[in-house]
Nanobody, 125 residues
Framework: QVQLVESGGGLVQAGGSLRLSCVASGSIFSINHLGWYRQASGKQRELVATIGNDGRTKYADSVKGRFTISRDNAKNTTYLTMNSLKPEDTAVYYC???????????????????WGQGTLVTDSS
């Protein structure tokens, strides 16, 4: 019903920048929150940043001041701009969204938590 597709990952040297994008598609009525998580090899998935439908943002301490999350509601898209990248930022980055979709009737709405397939960000130093 709803898909999230990330893009923008790749190889980057320490100190470099990347911008990740995540586009939501499908039978979307509205998107509540959007977020980015990451999972490094051998570690648990962790929160990177989230943005609410009111524009409020939240960041992990490890990325504050370096990463910026934003959203374009007209395009159902969220971005993660990553600056001053460090080797420890190497991970698979996953997009997450809380989405309202229309159910079987026009007055029925269903809330879904949706994840993308992930995009790899790797330090090339």
């Amino acid at each position: 019903q709803v898909q999230l597709v990330e893009s923008g990952g790749g190889l980057v040297q320490a100190g470099g920048s990347l911008r990740l994008s995540c586009v939501a598609s499908g039978s979307i009525f509205s998107i509540n929150h959007l977020g980015w998580y990451r999972q490094a090899s051998g570690k648990q998935r962790e929160l990177v940043a989230t943005i609410g439908n009111d524009g409020r943002t939240k960041y992990a301490d490890s990325v504050k001041g370096r990463f910026t999350i934003s959203r374009d509601n007209a395009k159902n898209t969220t971005y993660l701009t990553m600056n001053s990248l460090k080797p420890e930022d190497t991970a698979v980055y996953y997009c997450n969204a809380g989405v309202w979709v229309v159910g079987r009737t026009a007055t029925e709405f269903i809330y879904l938590e949706v994840w993308g397939q992930g995009t790899l960000v790797t330090d090339s130093s």
